[in-house]
């Protein structure tokens, strides 16, 4: 079974540029989440998905990011304009349903210079 | 303000020793999972606890969910220099309806 894909893995840039990342989560899985993680900290949970609904995306900072999730499959999250404190890695999880175990794809390391 | 409180932060310890991760909050879970984590990759699922008092253990680790599903813990017995990594708790909060992580533990066993 394939895991969750993201893309890219890493990317660098200025500060006020914006960026996107990708997200292809595991065929079947109904809930996605996106989560931002620094540096020697938890994941913190920026938006999460039930098919193509948002369940939860109160720590979305909605002046400058974004998130869809169009027919229920992949999903992208993007940064406009991008700020220092952005960069994080950006995980993105898939799961069957709400609260069973999140598969995680290997992130995207985002550094905003 | 964290919901999920984990401690210690960070454990550096020695091959062989024994070891206890705490995650606690005022806040009642659904259920509670247990993810490790090493560098460059996401979390991985370690065990999932759902009922108050429950115990389960995986050869070396031994997890349990607390009486009233608030507080939860991970022992490690023996630990090895494998074991090093960043260990999360991650509650199911039903009345969020979501999947909150704790800030982590980051364990180093030295051989």
């Known amino acids: 079974e394939a895991g969750v894909a993201q893309s890219p893995r890493y990317k660098i840039i200025e500060k006020r540029q914006s960026v996107a990342f990708w997200c292809n989560p595991i065929s079947g899985h109904a809930t996605l989440y996106w989560y931002q993680q620094i540096l020697g900290q938890g994941p913190k949970l920026l938006i999460q998905f039930q098919n193509n609904g948002v369940v939860d995306d109160s720590q979305l900072p909605k002046d400058r990011f974004s998130a869809e999730r169009l027919k229920g499959v992949d999903s992208t999250l993007k940064i406009q304009p991008a700020k220092l404190e952005d960069s994080a890695v950006y995980l993105c999880a898939s799961s069957l349903g709400l609260w069973t175990e999140a598969f995680f794809g290997q992130g995207t390391r985002l550094t905003v210079v | 303000t964290q919901l999920l409180e984990q401690s210690p932060q960070f454990l550096s310890i020695q091959e062989g020793e024994n070891l206890t991760v705490y995650c606690n909050s005022s806040?009642?879970?659904?259920?509670l999972q247990w993810y490790r984590q090493e560098p460059g990759e996401g979390p991985v699922l370690l065990v999932t606890?759902?009922?108050?008092?429950e115990v389960k253990k995986l050869k070396r680790l031994t997890f349990q969910f607390g009486d009233a599903r608030k507080d939860s813990s991970l022992h490690i017995t023996a630990a090895q220099p494998g074991d090093t990594g960043l260990y999360l708790c991650?509650?199911?909060?039903?009345?969020?309806?979501?999947?909150?992580f704790g800030a982590g533990t980051i364990l180093r066993v030295k051989s």
């Open positions: 806040s009642v879970f659904s259920s």
């Open positions: 991650a509650g199911a909060w039903e009345y969020g309806n979501k999947l909150v």
């Open positions: 606890v759902v009922t108050g008092g």
